[in-house]
């Protein structure tokens, strides 16, 4: 019989580390509150399973095969808990917030409006709208990179969802989706608000949540008359699906769907762009082989749907970006039973679990060089199928992820062959943690036209 001490499985809990309350509030003090990194502060630390003393137990974890299990293998274990819970009363029962069956019925339904074939239509488009965008900045003239980005996404994806821009409407969905955010992260940071604070925080929510249905329904009322003319858009996809039981999506339905891709849709690849604008200012060497694959491929001329293929590093280059800024920082998960994780962490029933890609993504086990913006590495793929979640993995998933990858890489070659970024000099350049990361304070950089002897 072999003895514990000799056995291939680690005792129960061996790896788990368990802080006392005085200790948690020292980390977070150290990491200044901020939430991503004090995950990366736990996990540098102590290692990759820490359990911390919060009202229920919680378990912060980050073992490659220790989030598999938890996300794939057995994720019907773990219900969603953290910033998408609060956001149900925004998103409604949407993919980002739903569980269970409705989950399962809607992703089932609306896969298919991701495949590739789908989404090939939409490519043009979203060129056209980085040209267009980019055809207004003067030569040098410093802009605010995330602001700008999250216009041209803002435009891709209101022309998507129901083939028309916007212009004010999605403004004015970009500016209360930002207040339903901070709204939703407040709720989260500070759960023992005076109840003063605490209502005038649910009555800015609630503003922001009707701000956004003014913007969204008539369309939508509108577009569901039987008398409408049918376009080829996401709208139209969402309105023709039929469930397996015959059933059609309702309007409330389609509404939180709707908002639900919005939110996704022009969120994730706008800050993933602006963030990719700025670590290829911080890396030339990186920014010259970018360079040269889009002069070499596209020859001065725009990208299309069929130039994808053919661009490799624009599209390493991209998932690095997301590596280091993933738009998912913070998975919440809520064991409906007890599990025993292949680390040999046992996970208590009831208890937490949370997963931060943010730390997962520099941990050096999985990511050498964790700090270093390194695209290469995506050839090399060394690590990265166990512990490269940017836009989470198995059932919850983003169904959105191949548009979003065909966006991002057909704006970076669309813009970056046209122009030079220089950040502007005495910045404080962080992420904000809403439901995504967000640039805090912005990024402000000169888009310098490229010397046609370059291009």
């Known amino acids: 019989m072999t003895s514990p001490a000799m056995s291939n499985n680690p005792p129960i809990n061996s790896r788990l580390r368990r802080l006392s309350l005085a200790q948690t509030l020292w980390e977070f003090v150290q990491a200044r509150w901020s939430i991503y990194q004090f995950a990366l502060r736990l996990q540098e630390k102590y290692g990759s399973a820490v359990w911390l003393p919060f009202g229920l137990p919680a378990y912060v974890l980050n073992d490659g095969a220790d989030l598999r299990h938890i996300l794939i293998t057995n994720a019907e274990n773990y219900e969603k808990v953290g910033a998408l819970v609060f956001a149900k009363k925004f998103l409604g ?3 980002l917030t739903s569980e269970g069956t409705t989950h399962h019925r809607h992703r089932r339904a609306m896969q298919p409006m991701f495949h590739r074939q789908m989404i090939q239509g939409f490519a043009e488009s979203m060129v056209d709208c980085a040209q267009q965008r980019s055809a207004a900045w003067h030569n040098g003239q410093p802009r605010d990179m995330t602001d700008e980005m999250m216009h041209i996404a803002s435009s891709i994806i209101s022309r998507a969802l129901f083939s028309i821009d916007l ?22 940071r500070m759960p023992l608000w005076l109840p003063y604070f605490t209502a005038a925080r649910e009555r800015r929510y609630d503003e ?9 329904m008539p369309i939508l009322r509108e577009r569901m008359q039987p008398t409408a003319p049918k376009k080829q858009d996401m709208l139209n996809m969402l309105m023709e699906i039929r469930f397996e039981d015959g059933g059609q999506m309702s309007e ?30 911080q890396n030339p060497d990186i920014l010259a082989k970018l360079h040269q694959e889009l002069d070499t491929v596209l020859q001065g001329r725009l990208p299309t749907m069929a130039d994808l293929a053919n661009l490799p590093y624009t599209e390493a280059v991209m998932w690095e970006t997301l590596r280091m800024y993933p738009p ?7 064991a409906l039973k007890e599990d025993v994780l292949p680390s040999g962490v046992r996970v208590e029933k009831g208890s937490q679990v949370l997963i931060s890609p943010w730390a997962t993504h520099r941990n050096p086990i999985h990511f050498p060089e964790p700090t270093q913006f390194k695209p290469e590495r995506f050839f090399e793929k060394v690590g990265i199928a166990q512990a490269y979640i940017p836009f989470s993995t198995g059932i919850r998933s983003c169904v959105g992820e191949p548009f979003a990858k065909m966006e991002i890489v057909l704006v970076l070659a669309t813009l970056c062959q046209q122009f030079n970024f220089k950040l502007e000099p005495g910045q404080d350049i962080r992420p904000g943690t809403l439901i995504v990361l967000r640039p805090i304070h912005g990024i402000r950089m000169r888009a310098e036209k490229r010397s046609p002897a370059t291009v």
């Open 252 to 281: 409330k339905e389609i509404r939180d769907e709707i908002i639900t891709i919005f939110l996704a849709g022009h969120e994730t690849s706008a800050n993933a762009l602006a963030w990719t604008l700025y670590l290829l200012h």
């Open 328 to 334: 998912v920082w913070l998975l919440g998960r809520f």
């Open 167 to 188: 212009e004010y409407e999605a403004r004015e969905l970009s500016d209360a989706i930002v207040m339903t955010q901070k709204c939703i992260v407040e709720r989260i």
């Open 208 to 216: 922001a949540v009707e701000r956004v249905d003014r913007s969204l």
């Open 93 to 95: 029962d949407g993919l």
